[in-house]
């Protein structure tokens, strides 16, 4: 059973910092990407940030210059440092990974398919 769980949400002020960080455990075959994707309230899921297992690194308009991803592949945690906060930032974030699980009996992989945190909220306000 794969599992993704997200920490390091809460209040922050405008042009404060946040760290979110994002372990994914289980039984993992192989990552292929993982990413941070966010939900403001009215608004449709949009990708943030992601980061593939050769370190390729992809992110929304928006955030380019503020926010930066990485990956600790011997964990299987991946990070977002979030810097210059805005009040449009604030949003529900949600973990993903594009992985293949070991079958049940730990002998081969499952299909390839994205997996999902709970999701963190993330409040910028003064």
């Known amino acids: 059973q794969v599992q993704l769980v997200e920490s390091g949400g809460g209040l922050v002020q405008p042009g404060g910092s946040l760290r979110l960080s994002c372990a994914a455990s289980g039984s993992i075959f192989s990552i292929y990407a993982m990413g941070w994707y966010r939900q403001a309230p009215g608004k449709q899921r949009e990708l943030v940030a992601a980061?593939?297992?050769?370190?390729?690194?992809n992110y929304a308009d928006s955030v380019k210059g503020r926010f930066t991803i990485s990956r600790d592949n011997a964990k299987n945690t991946v990070y977002l440092q979030m810097n210059s906060l805005k009040p449009e930032d604030t949003a529900v974030y949600y973990c993903?990974?594009?992985?293949?699980?070991?079958?049940?009996?730990?002998?081969?992989?499952?299909?390839?398919?994205?997996?999902w945190g709970q999701g963190t909220q993330v409040t910028v306000s003064s």
């Open positions: 993903n990974a594009d992985l293949q699980a070991l079958n049940d009996y730990g002998l081969g992989p499952e299909d390839r398919r994205e997996y």
């Open positions: 980061i593939t297992s050769g370190g390729s690194t």
